[in-house]
Nanobody, 127 residues
Framework: VQLQASGGGLVQAGGSLRLSCAAS????????MGWFRQAPGKEREFVAA????????AYADSVKGRFSISRDDAKNMVDLQMNSLKPEDTAVYYC?????????????????????WGQGTQVTVSS
């Protein structure tokens, strides 16, 4: 199983980035997908998740209205569009896959319930 995240970089506050995660080795359509992030010295935290069917999403309060998660099952990819970026969004961003289960927004925010993780991509937002 491989989750390959890309799209990170350095951007000024107020700017935008689009992260992508390409999945292989899993039946992508049978997995919920999530994005998490980890800043230096902090725990890995939930950012966004999308249900296997693509018609339900969940977001951390800190990114609601600024970030948008989407998936393309034909390409086995999940994207995170990040707008109005802030310096506090600086972190390593990880995509993760959780095997098909009953959708529960609270549980989707629990990093311990994900089955596979990508290697992460660095996002740095300068002020």
């Amino acid at each position: 199983v491989q989750l390959q995240a890309s799209g990170g970089g350095l951007v000024q506050a107020g700017g935008s980035l689009r992260l992508s995660c390409a999945a292989s080795g899993i039946t992508f359509s049978r997995y919920h997908m999530g994005w998490f992030r980890q800043a230096p010295g902090k725990e890995r935290e939930f950012v966004a998740a999308i249900i296997w069917s693509g018609d339900r999403t969940a977001y951390a309060d800190s990114v609601k209205g600024r970030f948008s998660i989407s998936r393309d099952d034909a390409k086995n990819m999940v994207d995170l569009q990040m707008n109005s970026l802030k310096p506090e969004d600086t972190a390593v961003y990880y995509c993760a896959a959780r095997q098909l289960s009953v959708w529960n927004e609270y549980r989707m925010k629990n990093r311990n319930l994900y089955d596979y993780w990508g290697q992460g991509t660095q996002v740095t937002v300068s002020s």
